[in-house]
Nanobody, 122 residues
Framework: QSQLVESGGGLVQPGGSLRLSCATS????????IGWFRQAPGKEREGVSC????????NYADSVKGRFTISRDKAKNTVYLQMNSLKPEETAVYYC???????????????WGQGTQVTVSS
């Protein structure tokens, strides 16, 4: 059973924007770094971005730098991924995950969501 819940996915035209949310009612996210991953059909899951527990440190894959922004709102127990200038090749299921620290190794994350579909198409 997924511990995290992603939302905000959908269909968007190339060049458009979406904001994904990652939340949970099961525990506080304050003690976890949160990573965003994506997986396209037939491809491996890849790390997109991560935010540290404090929110003071953020990481991005080279392919999304300058277009995606990760942030966290501790009052709402939610982490966001703002995605701008989306490209068709970024069509994938996007997942959020929780771990003690940011890492690109998906297998180290303790909790995952069920994913939200992002489709970039005209």
């Amino acid at each position: 059973q997924s511990q995290l819940v992603e939302s905000g996915g959908g269909l968007v035209q190339p060049g458009g924007s979406l904001r994904l949310s990652c939340a949970t009612s099961r525990f506080t996210l304050d003690y976890y770094a949160i990573g965003w991953f994506r997986q396209a059909p037939g491809k491996e899951r890849e790390g997109v971005s991560c935010i540290s527990i404090s929110g003071g440190s953020t990481n991005y894959a080279d392919s999304v730098k300058g277009r995606f922004t990760i942030s966290r709102d501790k009052a709402k127990n939610t982490v966001y991924l703002q995605m701008n200038s989306l490209k068709p090749e970024e069509t994938a299921v996007y997942y959020c995950a929780a771990h003690a620290v940011c890492t690109v190794v998906a297998g180290l994350y303790d909790y995952w969501g069920q994913g939200t579909q992002v489709t970039v198409s005209s």
